[in-house]
């Protein structure tokens, strides 16, 4: 069973930095692709970043390009987002998501486990 728990969210001004975190277990995750979408209220999930854990090509949503970088860490398995010059825009439930076998996507369809979210919330 595929779990992931993420973690780091918090209240933060704009221009700060936060790093999540998503510890992810239940499988071995070298053949999986892993991302990162956001939840605004009132809108839909949009996707933020992508990467491959085994191999590290990434892709990024251009409204975050620039200020965050997203990372696997092998030895914890465990994703991160890293992510600066944080705007009151990037507002919104951050999730963690996992898709085996897949090529780099931010189709959220083609991830198929999810963790619960955290919540960042920069103020202004």
């Known amino acids: 069973q595929v779990q992931l728990v993420e973690s780091g969210g918090g209240l933060v001004q704009a221009g700060g930095s936060l790093r999540l975190s998503c510890a992810a277990s239940?499988?071995?995750?070298?053949?999986?692709?892993m991302g990162w979408f956001r939840q605004a209220p009132g809108k839909e999930r949009e996707f933020v970043a992508t990467i491959r854990w085994n191999g590290g090509s990434r892709d990024y949503a251009d409204s975050v390009k620039g200020r965050s970088t997203i990372s696997t860490d092998n030895a914890k398995n465990t994703v991160y987002l890293q992510m600066n010059s944080l705007k009151p825009e990037d507002t919104a439930v951050y999730y963690c998501?996992?898709?085996?076998?897949?090529?780099?996507?931010?189709?959220?369809?083609?991830?198929?486990?999810w963790g619960q979210g955290t919540q960042v919330t920069v103020s202004s």
């Open positions: 998501a996992a898709g085996r076998g897949m090529l780099l996507t931010s189709r959220s369809t083609e991830y198929g486990y």
């Open positions: 239940g499988r071995a995750f070298s053949s999986y692709t």
